[in-house]
């Protein structure tokens, strides 16, 4: 099946800290791959997203990402997190033949002081 | 100057009634799009329209039709509301369809059926 694996569910860190998302997709066809964010009650925000060209990819509030495409993976870090970034967030991928962007379960990071 | 509006925010109805939830966006985009999280958070997309012509309509009751009378809003009407739709709705916008476009997401309207 065609689809986006968040391989973690819940990842608690301490502020300061580094923070890595894992990501994991799996398509026949070429994709075009977006980190999302979702701050309690609030809608979703783009961090970031790979189209083409560099696989390093640097989005917002410090966040980058990088596409693997041999282990079909698009993993989300940042070296030093806030409060502030405590909030659900969603991996997702557009195929080339559908245009649909299909959403990983969501990753929920809490930031402890 | 909010992007992507929704109306109402939170919506609380019994079984069997009918609803409607409105978008509006602001961006001059041309693609519009319908979104359900469920009590997990799982994100699936309903329905997409591009320059009011419905191009994305997923497996979703007929309950459900969209309605998309300008480039700038698209509506969601639910008949029939059953116990299972109660879950976030989410609107969102892009500029075309390529994919290659960045979405943006209204707030979300809180849907809850007793």
Known sequence: AQSVTQLDSQVPVFEEAPVELRCNYSSSVSVYLFWYVQYPNQGLQLLLKYLSGSTLVKGINGFEAEFNKSQTSFHLRKPSVHISDTAEYFCAFIRSNDYKLSFGAGTTVTVRA | ?114
């Open chain 2, 1 to 114: 100057d909010t992007a992507v509006s929704q109306t109402p925010k939170y919506l609380v109805t019994q079984m069997g009634n009918d609803k409607s939830i409105k978008c509006e966006q602001n961006l001059g985009h041309d693609t519009m799009y319908w979104y359900k999280q469920d009590s997990k958070k799982f994100l699936k997309i309903m329905f997409s329209y591009n320059n009011k012509e419905l191009i994305i309509n997923e497996t979703v009751p007929n309950r459900f039709s969209p309605k998309s009378p300008d480039k700038a809003h698209l509506n969601l009407h639910i008949n029939s509301l059953e116990l299972g739709d109660s879950a976030v709705y989410f609107c969102a916008s892009s500029q075309g369809v390529t994919g290659e476009e960045t979405q943006y997401f209204g707030p979300g309207t809180r849907l809850l059926v007793l």
